[in-house]
């Protein structure tokens, strides 16, 4: 009906703390009406140009910064925002926005970055920076040229066939594809993950562990645990391979939910997500990826895992999987930021340390102090998986801090996630095709490390000369 508007069913704009919809072309072409939901707020200070926007608070609570001023909004209150003056909002909240436009409509101007979304470090400049960033961030009538030309390509990727998309002209441009998506896309964390995710770094795993003596403690550290399901596959991994192994696992993560979700380790076995929804939860940095009721996991999060295998890990309870007791033993949940200087003193030396898939969500600054960061952890003779990060990131730590790269199932365990290599080049935690016409290519596709790291504080003898890439022999069981 023309006099009736319904909310769209897929996302209209996403920001790194913030996602919302647009009713569209409404009888008042001056009029666009917006639905905001804010999960941390606005990432920049903006200054309207030719538009009037007027917010109306549903629920929730925040601020307002509006020329300098803050103001505390709650449900009920309605902000009204002129053009010319600079503005930003804070906080959890669900708002309609109200936009009148003017004769004289101009995009708005981005000022500054709003610490209180996009944190220390700055994503990138808001004015100037490379040439390649300017020219991503220009708009044309409010819109970006290139989204559209990101569109385009997407479409006309999926329609060639395989073998051509192999071709070394067709990499070439996938990586200058992902380039831009990496400078054009807003990151924001996600909760969303499988049980044995990654079968060949479960298998390496294995083989590190069985040349332990017996009796041997290992101490793992998880880092962005998420829901558990990787803890508890890392622990089943090692446990099969090496049940007289003393085990101790550290699993961390910045959110208390999420933590808690996996402590309690009960998953949903009816919860459903489709692929749309799961990126709109990503924008919006939720932790609620299915239906109502579901958690914070859907039920494709036991794809990988075969009939057996979900039975030696779960009990089945009232439609759900409970992980059963001998899995969680010797595991340690906590609540942590990975990024904090206080990281090693929380948390000590492991033997392996396993920091995978939430590094692509940061900035590349942020990313790269983080990894640093991580390095601290490892025991002088411990090994580091670091998987699901900007490529060029993790090659320039490694090389800086001398890393060893191990070679042990490198390709497999490149290609080993299918979800990262699917979405290579047009999401950006999207994973490269493995290229070995590289002259760095072992060092580049590499996501295990010896680090090197010695510290005083090790709890291995100086005298011990054996590592535990040594230990990693070859072994016709795999996982």
């Known amino acids: 009906?023309?006099?009736?508007?319904?909310?769209?069913?897929?996302?209209?704009?996403?920001?790194?703390?913030?996602?919302?919809?647009?009713?569209?072309?409404?009888?008042?072409?001056?009029?666009?009406?917006?639905?905001?939901?804010?999960?941390?707020?606005?990432?920049?200070?903006?200054?309207?140009?030719?538009?009037?926007?007027?917010?109306?608070?549903?629920?929730?609570?925040?601020?307002?910064?509006?020329?300098?001023?803050?103001?505390?909004?709650?449900?009920g209150v309605l902000v009204e925002v002129p053009p010319g003056v600079e503005y930003c909002?804070?906080?959890?909240?669900?708002?309609?926005?109200?936009?009148?436009?003017?004769?004289?409509?101009?995009?708005?101007?981005?000022?500054?970055?709003?610490?209180g979304v996009v944190g220390d470090a700055a994503p990138y400049p808001l004015e100037g920076g490379s040439w390649l960033q300017q020219l991503v961030r220009v708009r044309i009538f409010g819109k970006s040229p290139t989204n559209a030309f990101l569109r385009l390509n997407n479409y006309v990727w999926d329609k060639l066939p395989a073998p051509l998309l192999r071709s070394g002209a067709f990499q070439w441009y996938g990586r200058c594809l992902h380039a831009l998506v990496r400078i054009q896309h807003t990151r924001a964390q996600a909760h969303s993950t499988f049980f044995l995710r990654n079968r060949p770094e479960l298998e390496l795993i294995q083989r590190l562990v069985r040349g332990k003596n017996h009796g041997d403690t290992v101490k793992v550290a998880v880092l962005a645990c998420s829901t558990g399901a990787e803890v508890y596959s890392i622990a089943w991994a090692i446990r099969t391979a090496r049940p007289d192994l003393k085990l101790s696992i550290h699993a961390v993560d910045v959110s208390k939910d999420a933590v808690e979700h996996a402590q309690r380790g009960v998953y949903p076995l009816n919860a459903k997500v489709s692929l749309d929804s799961l990126r709109d939860c990503m924008a919006a940095g939720r932790w609620r990826v299915g239906e109502p009721g579901s958690g914070l996991v859907d039920s494709e999060i036991f794809e990988r895992m075969s009939t057996a295998?979900?039975?030696?890990?779960?009990?089945?309870?009232?439609?759900?999987?409970?992980?059963?007791?001998?899995?969680?033993?010797?595991?340690?949940?906590?609540?942590?930021?990975?990024?904090?200087?206080?990281?090693?003193?929380?948390?000590?030396?492991?033997?392996?340390?396993?920091?995978?898939?939430?590094?692509?969500?940061?900035?590349?600054?942020?990313?790269?102090?983080?990894?640093?960061?991580?390095?601290?952890?490892?025991?002088?003779?411990?090994?580091?998986?670091?998987?699901?990060?900007?490529?060029?990131?993790?090659?320039?730590?490694?090389?800086?801090?001398?890393?060893?790269?191990?070679?042990?199932?490198?390709?497999?365990?490149?290609?080993?996630?299918s979800c990262l290599r699917g979405q290579w080049p047009f999401q950006y935690a999207g994973l490269e095709p493995l290229n070995k016409h590289r002259s760095d290519w072992k060092m580049r596709y590499a996501a295990v490390f010896q680090t090197g790291s010695s510290t005083p504080n090790s709890r291995q003898s100086q005298g011990e000369g054996r590592t535990l890439q040594e230990h990693a022999k070859p072994q016709s069981t795999a996982v």
Not at 20 to 38: A, P
Not at 89 to 111: V, W
Request: charged letters at 25%.
């Open 1 to 75: 009906m023309p006099y009736l508007y319904k909310l769209p069913t897929s996302v209209s704009f996403r920001g790194k703390g913030l996602f919302g919809y647009s009713f569209g072309r409404m009888q008042q072409k001056d009029l666009e009406v917006l639905y905001v939901e804010s999960e941390t707020g606005h990432d920049t200070f903006m200054i309207l140009r030719g538009v009037t926007r007027t917010y109306y608070v549903l629920s929730g609570n925040g601020s307002f910064t509006i020329d300098g001023h803050e103001y505390s909004v709650s449900p």
């Open 89 to 115: 909002y804070s906080g959890r909240m669900t708002m309609l926005a109200f936009c009148r436009t003017g004769r004289f409509h101009r995009p708005d101007k981005f000022t500054k970055w709003n610490r």
């Open 309 to 417: 295998e979900k039975a030696e890990f779960f009990d089945i309870r009232d439609d759900a999987a409970v992980v059963k007791s001998w899995l969680k033993e010797g595991i340690e949940w906590g609540v942590a930021d990975v990024r904090g200087p206080e990281l090693q003193d929380q948390m000590g030396l492991h033997d392996i340390v396993v920091a995978n898939n939430f590094l692509c969500h940061m900035e590349r600054v942020e990313a790269e102090k983080c990894l640093r960061n991580i390095g601290r952890l490892v025991d002088a003779h411990g090994v580091l998986f670091v998987s699901g990060i900007d490529l060029e990131i993790r090659q320039k730590v490694a090389r800086d801090l001398g890393w060893q790269h191990i070679d042990q199932l490198l390709e497999q365990i490149h290609d080993g996630d």
